[in-house]
């Protein structure tokens, strides 16, 4: 087989354009025979960079599979990808998620790369990259960059994140001052790696073993782990097989990939960024994938990982557990996974790589009879304002459960008054307010923060009740919203509802104070008013101009808005089904 790289090195059809590319890939010291060799020409797609802490080890790490990539006879090109980091970029990194998308296909297309390691980590780095890779379509693995070591807090587990959202309440009612505050952020934190509690990063990262993109038992180990540097070298020698196998991301992401991947997915307690991610991926390998698949095939999938925020432990204790590689040894063994045949980055499939890894500690991964929480899935709510949100049940509490799977026969739904956000501005302004009068039976929405709304889709829909509730014990409420929320809380959600308001979806007719009802039995969320009433809102709002978002900061914030679709078809950029691949070259 005569590579894709050898068209820039080797080409007898075009001497001149040959002679070019040679002379400048010679002057940092490759030779002419190496470039002419035929050997697999692999790119390193570093994502690892200053702005990027949690993806920064990558660069220790691309040293390890660079030595892999030469052992196995491979020529290597590390190349930067445009960075992401989930708690740099504002107004949110998902912003980031298509440009980095775009820039990589870009380089994997215009340069003459047989074969790429794809070094994810930090939440959007890894939809990213794996976007990328389905649209390109040349043999690509990826490499995680692994967890951060546990946090501490006295004997407690402090997650990265989840210890935000913890803390914040304490600072509400004065229990913890700034400093204090600053000092338990910190102590969340304490090596290289992304987050270690099971956020959207950690969720991502598994997922991607999940789906076959990594090689079996990679995606849970931690950042500073000798095993992080071995999988490293394997990852690197095991793409240059991979070229010369002709093994790529089309054999690899089917449809029954991804019912593997969502069926995880519940069993990990992934993060609610996971479908929007996941139904990119998808778009962009022109596999169908939506979000009744994410219930049809996950909800009744039980929770068997522990681990903040859905429970106690975190990432060095599920890598010690078996990891996401136990995980999916158990759902094979009990004829949970959907697609044992699908083929993973080994070219085995899951089957083969998969049967009979132990779990070496059931606190942190449970036995599937004994497990954290049955049916623990997401389901798809919908209603008469809008389409498509995601509700993520393992983190109900139970107060908000006792609706829900601890009573099915109860006829009774949900019914609160609705507190509506304008955004994450208007919440912080309004929140304490005596004026709106809050009080348990409150339903809080934020609008606004969608794809277009607030644009690239904000994680802000984690909202806390007003302080002088908390006071009283009130320690969260439901909440709705067309926006996203941190893999790392835990707040009973209705999440990345779609069409959001931005584009007119129901959300924007909603007004403070109004009746709504949440059935979880249904699937449904209600605006309880008449038909005549949705539509006279609907006729107001269209003479008002519609519901509006603020102005554009930057041209891509321009472009993306123009292009984008809704979180439920996963952000993606709206290019149709013909340019989801580029040219086979
Ligand atoms: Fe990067 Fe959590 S902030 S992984
Ligand atoms: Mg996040």
């Not at 949970?336 to 049967?355: C, F, H, I, N, R």
């Amino acid at each position: 087989m005569k590579l894709r790289s050898q068209k820039w090195f080797s080409n007898p059809d075009n001497p001149a354009m040959t002679a070019l590319y040679l002379e400048r890939y010679l002057n940092y010291g490759l030779t002419r025979e190496e470039l002419q060799s035929g050997k697999p020409m692999i790119g390193i797609a570093q994502t690892g960079s200053d702005l990027s802490p949690c993806n920064r080890h990558h660069i220790e790490l691309a040293k390890r599979v660079r030595e892999g990539i030469v052992a196995a006879g491979g020529i290597c090109f590390e190349f930067p990808v445009h960075p992401i980091q989930e708690t740099g970029k504002r107004p949110t990194a998902s912003l980031d998620r298509n440009l980095a998308y775009l820039g990589l296909v870009e380089m994997l297309y215009g340069y003459p790369l047989d074969g790429v390691v794809l070094t994810i980590g930090c939440d959007k780095t890894t939809p990213a990259l794996l976007m990328a890779a389905a649209t390109v379509n040349i043999p690509a693995i990826a490499l995680s960059v692994g967890p951060m070591l546990n946090g501490w807090e006295g004997e407690e587990r402090s997650g990265s994140g989840t210890v935000i959202w913890k803390s914040r309440l304490k600072l509400a009612v004065g229990e913890i001052d700034n400093e204090e505050f600053m000092r338990l952020a910190a102590d969340s934190a304490p090596s290289v790696g992304y987050c270690n509690s099971m956020g959207t990063a950690s969720t991502m990262n598994n997922l991607a073993e999940a789906l076959g993109m990594q090689l079996p038992g990679s995606g849970a180990i931690p950042a500073p782990y000798r095993e992080r540097g071995q999988i490293s070298y394997l990852t690197g020698k095991r793409i240059v097989d991979m070229v010369h196998e002709d093994l790529k991301p089309s054999d690899i992401m089917t449809r029954g990939a991804f019912e593997n991947a969502v069926v995880v997915n519940s069993a990990i307690g992934g993060s609610t960024n996971a479908p929007i991610h996941l139904n990119a991926v998808a778009a962009h390998m022109g596999v169908a994938l939506d979000n009744d698949d994410w219930e049809n095939i996950g909800h009744d999938v039980p929770l068997i990982v522990d681990m903040q925020p859905s429970g106690k432990y975190l990432g060095e204790d599920f890598h010690r557990a078996g990891g996401v590689a136990a995980v999916i040894s158990s759902l094979l063994e009990a004829g949970k996974l959907p697609s044992p045949d699908a083929v993973t980055a080994t070219g085995k499939t899951v089957l083969e790589e998969y049967t009979g890894i132990p779990v070496t500690n059931e606190k942190v991964i449970r036995k599937l009879d004994a497990p954290m929480k049955d049916s623990a899935g997401f389901l798809n709510m919908k209603g008469n304002l809008w389409d498509s949100a995601i509700m993520k049940t393992s983190v109900i509490s139970e107060g908000f459960r006792k609706f829900y799977l601890s009573n099915p026969d109860d006829p009774e739904a949900f019914e609160g008054r609705a507190m509506v956000f304008d955004g994450p501005e208007h919440y912080h302004e309004m929140i304490d307010d005596p004026s709106l009068e809050m009080d348990e039976n409150c339903i809080l929405v934020m609008r606004g923060a969608g794809p277009i709304g607030y644009p690239g889709g904000a994680e802000v829909v984690n909202m806390q009740p007003p302080a002088y509730l908390i006071e009283r014990g009130i320690t969260e409420l439901p909440c709705i919203g067309d926006g996203r929320q941190s893999g790392t809380s835990g707040s009973p959600s209705i999440l990345n509802v779609a069409p959001e308001a931005a584009v007119q979806g129901g959300l924007a007719i909603l007004k403070m104070g109004d009746p709504l009802r949440v059935d979880l039995r249904k699937r449904r969320v209600d605006l309880l008013v008449t038909d005549e009433e949705m539509q006279a809102r609907h006729a107001e709002l269209a003479q008002n101009g519609g519901y509006g978002y603020p102005a554009d900061q930057t041209p891509w914030q321009q472009i993306q808005r123009s292009l984008v679709s809704q979180f439920d078809k996963g952000m993606v950029l709206k290019n149709g089904p013909e340019y989801q691949r580029v040219a086979q070259t």
